[in-house]
T-cell receptor, first 114, second 115 residues
Framework: AQSVTQLGSHVSVSEGALVLLRCNYSSSVPPYLFWYVQYPNQGLQLLLKYTTGATLVKGINGFEAEFKKSETSFHLTKPSAHMSDAAEYFCAVTGGTGRRALTFGSGTRLQVQP | NAGVTQTPKFQVLKTGQSMTLQCAQDMNHNSMYWYRQDPGMGLRLIYYSASEGTTDKGEVPNGYNVSRLNKREFSLRLESAAPSQTSVYFC??????????????FGNGTRLTVT
């Protein structure tokens, strides 16, 4: 079984401030972890993914995430928010046999204030 | 470079009506998926097709049927629509099943309202 919990359905930051979106996962097997972004009236786009190897993963648009097995976390960060980062962000997990599709978190809507 | 194409973009149905949502991908992907998105609930898997000729139920399959018509196309059918099926529906595809770490490519969604 696998699940994802995203803490905070809405996060608001000022332009230029640090962005931190939290994700904790549960998986009975080593997980593959993903962050997706959704802009208004669009489908989801992949930001970054962790499979194996280096635990700090860099993605598009300056985002990165760190896999911490001991904390079962995969938080998404960006050092300096830009207005164009305003969107909804989804963490997702998959892994192991018998479960061949992603399980998504409930999403976090990021607002960026000027 | 279309990627994943969904039709229609919007649809309004009355309770009890039926309809089929169409999805096609031009990336030669093996796996295709149908998700529904509801506020505060993220995306929930309805059905998926790991490869041409196979389909499997996801988390919320009740009230839906699917057809993997060929490698490119994966349709979702509502036989008797209910207000609880009001949602945004997303089709996605991946090279292989996502447990093999291949990311999903999404269409732009179909907004369905059932009155």
């Amino acid at each position: 079984a696998q699940s994802v919990t995203q803490l905070g359905s809405h996060v608001s930051v000022s332009e230029g401030a640090l962005v931190l979106l939290r994700c904790n996962y549960s998986s009975s097997v080593p997980p593959y972890l993903f962050w997706y972004v959704q802009y208004p009236n669009q489908g989801l786009q992949l930001l970054l993914k962790y499979t194996t190897g280096a635990t700090l993963v860099k993605g598009i648009n300056g985002f990165e995430a760190e896999f911490k097995k001991s904390e079962t976390s995969f938080h998404l960060t960006k050092p300096s928010a830009h207005m164009s980062d305003a969107a909804e962000y989804f963490c997702a997990v998959t892994g192991g046999t018998g479960r061949r599709a992603l399980t998504f978190g409930s999403g976090t809507r990021l607002q960026v204030q000027p | 470079n279309a990627g994943v194409t969904q039709t229609p973009k919007f649809q309004v149905l009355k309770t009890g009506q039926s309809m089929t949502l169409q999805c096609a991908q031009d990336m030669n992907h093996n796996s295709m998926y149908w998700y529904r998105q509801d506020p505060g609930m993220g995306l929930r898997l309805i059905y998926y097709s790991a490869s041409e000729g196979t389909t499997d139920k996801g988390e919320v399959p009740n009230g839906y049927n699917v057809s993997r018509l060929n490698k490119r196309e994966f349709s979702l059918r509502l036989e008797s629509a209910a207000p609880s099926q009001t949602s945004v529906y997303f089709c996605a595809s991946s090279v292989q099943g996502s447990s093999y770490n291949s990311p999903l490519h999404f269409g732009n969604g179909t907004r369905l309202t059932v009155t």
